[in-house]
């Protein structure tokens, strides 16, 4: 089993209120519920922060793409995407 800390976090009454309904449904205890939530949010914006990182290091570096270049490209897959809905019609 994962170690694990004790946090106390402060949340609305409704919020609280919704959490207890959902453990009641779910019967699953309110820490465990929350721990879950914690992690699913931590991991997600991690993943955000950390492309934003990998993009601003690209950008630094000199990787990026013209603005008209990028156009360019996604008129070409949307014209493309387009042209083989028309066809199956």
Do not use: C, N
């Amino acid at each position: 089993m994962t170690a694990s800390a004790t946090m106390t976090i402060r949340v609305s009454s409704e919020t609280k209120l919704k959490l207890e309904r959902i453990a009641a449904d779910t019967r699953r205890s309110k820490s465990f519920l929350a721990a879950e939530a914690i992690s699913a949010y931590v991991d997600r914006e991690l993943e955000i922060i950390e492309g934003i990182k990998r993009g601003m290091a690209d950008a630094a570096a000199g990787r990026v793409v013209p603005h008209d270049e990028a156009m360019a490209e996604i008129d070409a897959i949307i014209e493309a995407s387009e042209a083989r809905r028309a066809d199956k019609a």
